[in-house]
């Protein structure tokens, strides 16, 4: 499975911009970024139908994860960034197995793609 996420830079406070990941294959799929010195968080989650959403409190009403479909795989649409948000973001997808996942957890998740650097600074 490869994962190709794009679309981030450099954008002032209370700007947006919106990330891409292309996959190979259509899979859960979810946002993770990592701060330097921090531990990689959990940003957004969606299902293999897109008919479940998930996304972490420190975003919700920010940040809109949606499936695109046309490069089977997802987009993470980025309003009122805050330089907190400043991190590498990465796009994970999860092999398909029947089995209940925590979709909050990286191990949940067996494909990464490269990161993409996001900056939000004056």
């Known amino acids: 499975v490869q994962l190709q996420a794009s679309g981030g830079g450099l954008v002032e406070p209370g700007g947006s911009l919106r990330l891409s990941c292309a996959a190979s294959?259509?899979?859960?799929m979810g946002w993770f970024r990592q701060a330097p010195g921090r531990e990689r968080e959990f940003v957004a989650a969606?299902?293999?139908?897109?008919?479940?959403?998930y996304h972490a409190h420190s975003v919700r009403g920010r940040f809109t994860i949606s499936r695109d479909n046309a490069k089977n795989g997802v987009a993470l649409q980025m309003n009122s960034l805050k330089p907190e948000d400043t991190a590498v973001y990465y796009c994970?997808?999860?092999?398909?197995?029947?089995?209940?996942?925590?979709?909050?957890?990286?191990?949940?998740?067996?494909?990464w793609g490269q990161g993409t650097q996001v900056t939000v600074s004056s």
């Open positions: 294959g259509r899979y859960a």
């Open positions: 969606i299902t293999w139908s897109g008919g479940n959403r």
């Open positions: 994970a997808a999860r092999a398909p197995n029947g089995n209940t996942y925590d979709h909050t957890t990286p191990g949940s998740y067996d494909y």
